[in-house]
T-cell receptor, first 115, second 111 residues
């Protein structure tokens, strides 16, 4: 079956632009996660949804970052007024259980480059 | 302050031999540990996990060992195969809180 898909795969933004990154989780998966992976680092937690409820947004680095999952399926991560330090791969993951530790299925990521 | 540390950025192992990837952690509240594997241009894929109530979990060629007193875990792959060449991330969670990942170890399986 289809896995987690993310779009776009690559995004180049000029500093100050707003960007929106989309995640299509595996159908029926309850949990959805966003991670930020800087070069040479492991994925770093940003936020977690259980269905449409955002249960944890403690990892969002600033109020320029906003995520939503209005109907409990597709999710969008929005970054306003992008800065160079936002350059990273943004990974989305979904999981069939309402748990943050159960096996997560990752998408291929969106590589964001801010120039 | 890294709570999950993978001190070896890379490791090379001969095909057919055992690969041992190490991971140390600092947070004594961690009670669940996972390993993920990542190929280039793909997202990480789940490999194996272990709860802190166990000291070993085995799944085919993959075994994870947990030493709570040393705050250390290791992933053993035996025998190593060419398709095992990838980046391996160690990760941990405390009481069902968000997962914390290490920086990863790149494993090269040599022919």
């Amino acid at each position: 079956g289809a896995g987690v898909s993310q779009s776009p795969r690559y995004k180049v933004a000029k500093r100050g632009q707003d960007v929106a990154l989309r995640c299509d989780p595996i159908s029926g998966h309850v949990s959805l996660f966003w991670y930020q992976q800087a070069l040479g680092q492991g994925p770093e937690f940003l936020t977690y949804f259980q269905n449409e409820a955002q249960l944890d947004k403690s990892g969002l680095p600033s109020d320029r970052f906003f995520a939503e999952r209005p109907e409990g399926s597709v999710s969008t991560l929005k970054i306003q007024r992008t800065q160079q330090e936002d350059s990273a791969v943004y990974l989305c993951a979904s999981s069939p259980r309402a748990s943050v530790t159960y096996e997560q299925y990752f998408g291929p990521g969106t590589r964001l480059t801010v120039t | 302050d890294q709570q999950v540390k993978q001190n070896s950025p890379s490791l090379s192992v001969q095909e057919g031999r055992i690969s041992i990837l190490n991971c140390d952690y600092t947070n004594s509240m961690f009670d669940y540990f996972l390993w993920y594997k990542k190929y280039p241009a793909e997202g990480p894929t789940f490999l194996i996990s272990i709860s802190s109530i166990k000291d070993k979990n085995e799944d085919g060629r993959f075994t994870v060992f947990l030493n709570k007193s040393a705050k250390h875990l290791s992933l053993h792959i035996v025998p190593s195969q060419p398709g095992d060449s990838a980046v391996y991330f160690c990760a941990a969670s405390a009481r069902d809180d968000k997962i914390i990942f290490g920086k990863g170890t790149r494993l090269h399986i040599l022919p």
